[in-house]
């Protein structure tokens, strides 16, 4: 538990950024929905419409509505220009907002569907027009009713929005989702502590709020909304840029220690430089290149063979070199981004086994695999069986396991330590490769494409020399023994270290 209280106090910005989004989705939740719940009232069939739909967008998982918006604002980003961010607080808004909906929606509906018809026919005997009987008699009616919806919304919304992590949105999911990679539980316990207590302490003030109205207790409303809003108010102010936006530079990361590591260690090279900088952590593949080729992030790491086969759309193998001259020529020409280089390593997809228990089936080689899949269960990442590198691999060698398993890429390496996997979809550069003793089953045919780890420059810094200068040191310097120590660093349980003391400690041994 000691461990635990330095890194709830270090997540001061994280909450405040947690707070104000939470907010803005629970106030755009309400400013949609009540209309919404006005006009279901005067219109019955409208009512089953909304419900319907906020029903509805209940059944989509919140990663997944929160994934889905950053295509839909990539898209009218076209029609409304470069101004309209694709990434972080405006998509994770409109999707926090889009599941706080129900909620409300249910409570302002049932509350005015089970008013007493009497009073309803009292205002209009009093002759009192829509807007007098709406603002006088339903509202204060219902007000109790709406407010318990909206204490459900804002705890939902504030759990939900922990997953914004994933599409570049700071917040108490930054702590959570790193925790779980690196498998520092400390970290992934002060996000979850954080994250409940902020739900709480909203559900408290609401149900202040809630109680005033139901017992016309005016104070009651009065001070939970002055607290309420100071708690909004300073997160705001605690979230004002201090520097030059022009200075600024936000770093995106793909969600496993590596990245991690990588970001921090070009971070600090800029830092030294005299650039401002954010890390975006945990963001998806697709959704990193395209932040960076649209500007939404400026620098990101990248590897050939992701790139070969989710952008270019390539599935043949011309080798290392060609790979990587096309890419630099196709980003180049289509998308304008800057290719800054090769770090000097390559993480290439292999799959892998536990040594004991590969000798023991007789596997060596991927094509040995094949012949003993039909008995087997493999792991992969939660995107490995989607990726083009997989279909590649499956068909080359005809694969056909008995069943396919899905982990993060943590819990994948345990997953095969635990025997739940009998193969796993392993990274070569992974420090756990020697970690674990596992056998990396050699690729005879040659299916998995090279991952040679490149560092990409947003358009709008293609041509900025103080931090091309400032990152040009690194290119070719990273061996894969290297990179292997630095992760086992972080991915081990005995002597861990946090991705920034891994990334010092990987500059050390460059010389840098």
């Not at 007098?132 to 339903?138: A, I, P």
């Not at 909004?232 to 496993?256: Q, T």
């Not at 982990?407 to 674990?436: C, H, K, P, V, W």
Request: glycine share 10%; with cysteine; net charge negative.
């Amino acid at each position: 538990m000691s461990e635990i209280w330095p890194i709830l106090l270090g997540l001061g910005d994280k909450l405040a950024a947690h707070v104000v989004l939470a907010a803005s989705a629970i106030a755009l939740g309400i400013v949609v929905a009540l209309p919404l719940a006005v006009w279901a009232s005067r219109v019955p069939f409208m009512a089953r419409v909304v419900l319907g739909f906020a029903s509805l967008v209940q059944t989509i998982p919140a990663l997944a509505l929160l994934a889905l918006f950053f295509p839909i604002l990539l898209s009218l980003r076209a029609i409304f220009g470069e101004g309209l961010p694709t990434l972080g607080f405006l998509p994770a808004l409109l999707a926090l907002a889009l599941y706080a909906l129900l909620p409300i929606l249910r409570n302002a509906v049932t509350a005015r569907e089970h008013m007493a018809p009497g009073v309803l026919e009292a205002a209009n005997g009093v002759g009192m027009t829509g807007w007098q009987k709406l603002r006088l008699v339903e509202a204060p009616l219902a007000a109790p009713y709406v407010m318990a919806g909206i204490r459900t919304a804002a705890v939902w919304t504030i759990g939900a929005a922990t997953l914004s992590t994933t599409i570049g949105q700071p917040g108490l999911g930054d702590p959570i989702f790193a925790g779980l990679q690196t498998q520092n539980w400390a970290l992934v316990l002060a996000g979850c502590i954080a994250s409940a207590g902020l739900a709480l302490v909203a559900d408290v003030l609401l149900g202040m709020i809630e109680r005033g109205f139901a017992g016309r207790r005016k104070w009651l409303v009065w001070g939970g909304l002055a607290v309420a809003a100071t708690g909004i108010v300073a997160s705001a102010l605690a979230l004002r840029p201090v520097a030059d936006s022009n200075d600024r530079i936000v770093i995106g990361a793909k969600s496993f220690s590596e990245q991690y590591i990588l970001a921090q260690l070009i971070g600090g090279r800029l830092e030294k430089a005299g650039y401002t900088v954010e890390y975006r952590d945990g963001l998806g593949s697709a959704v990193v290149h395209n932040a960076v080729t649209t500007g939404a992030i400026d620098i990101s790491i990248d590897y050939t063979g992701t790139l070969w086969t989710n952008q270019l759309g390539r599935e043949d193998n011309p080798g290392r070199e060609e790979i990587y001259r096309i890419i630099v020529d196709w980003e180049r020409e289509t998308t304008g981004t800057h290719v800054l280089g090769r770090l000097g390593f390559d993480n290439a997809y292999a799959l892998a086994m536990r040594r004991d228990r590969a000798a023991r089936l007789g596997i060596e080689t991927l094509a040995d695999l094949a012949r003993l899949s039909p008995q087997l269960t493999i792991g992969g990442d939660v995107e490995f069986f989607e990726r083009p590198e997989w279909i590649a691999v499956r068909e080359a060698y005809g694969f056909n396991f008995a069943q396919r398993r899905n982990f993060t890429t943590t819990f994948m390496y345990n997953a095969l330590q635990s025997g739940e996997a009998d193969a796993i979809s392993a990274y070569t550069s992974d420090g756990r490769i020697a970690a674990d003793d596992l056998l990396v089953l050699e690729d005879v045919k040659g299916a998995f494409p090279a991952y040679d780890a490149l560092v990409l420059i947003a358009p709008e810094h293609a041509d900025d020399t103080g931090l091309l200068a400032a990152l040009e040191p690194l290119v070719g310097a990273i061996d894969v023994e290297a990179m292997r120590e630095a992760n086992f660093a972080v991915d081990r349980e005995k002597g861990k270290q946090s991705p920034q003391q891994a990334a010092r400690q990987l500059a050390a041994r460059l010389g840098l």
